[in-house]
């Protein structure tokens, strides 16, 4: 997640208040699922975005996960994402991201 990215989430929650925001990630691997997902929730573990010591709490989701999936009109999805869910390891990347949660809840 670029630095771009995290000052336009921080922004967002801001303004819009983070009880009102979902992030949806798409990236392409496990690990970076997780890097960017302690990103929004925790604040960026690398200390030099804007999100550096910020601890937003954000709930994250993968485009991947079947629960994201269930909320898009099934043409939309299948001609944006339909490609990248057959090439990349869908089950690592969702199981990361379960795995992420989990632990964010104690």
Same mark, same amino acid.
């Given at each position: 997640m670029d630095l771009e990215d995290q000052d336009v989430i921080l922004k967002a929650a801001e303004e819009h208040g983070t009880e009102n925001l979902v992030v949806i990630l798409g990236s392409p691997d496990a690990e970076s699922a997780e890097i960017y997902a302690e990103t929004v929730t925790q604040g960026d573990p690398t200390f030099v975005g804007p999100l550096a010591g910020? %601890?937003?709490?954000?709930?994250?989701?993968?485009? #991947?996960?079947? *629960?994201?999936?269930?909320?898009?009109?099934?043409?939309?999805? /299948? %001609?944006?994402?339909?490609?990248?869910?057959?090439? #990349?390891?869908? *089950?690592?990347?969702?199981?990361?991201?379960?795995?992420?949660? /989990?632990?964010?809840?104690?």
């Open positions: 910020v %601890s937003l709490g954000l709930p994250v989701y993968h485009i #991947l996960e079947d *629960e994201v999936k269930q909320l898009i009109d099934q043409q939309t999805y /299948e %001609s944006h994402v339909g490609m990248m869910e057959m090439v #990349l390891d869908k *089950e690592a990347i969702c199981q990361a991201m379960k795995n992420f949660r /989990e632990t964010l809840k104690g």
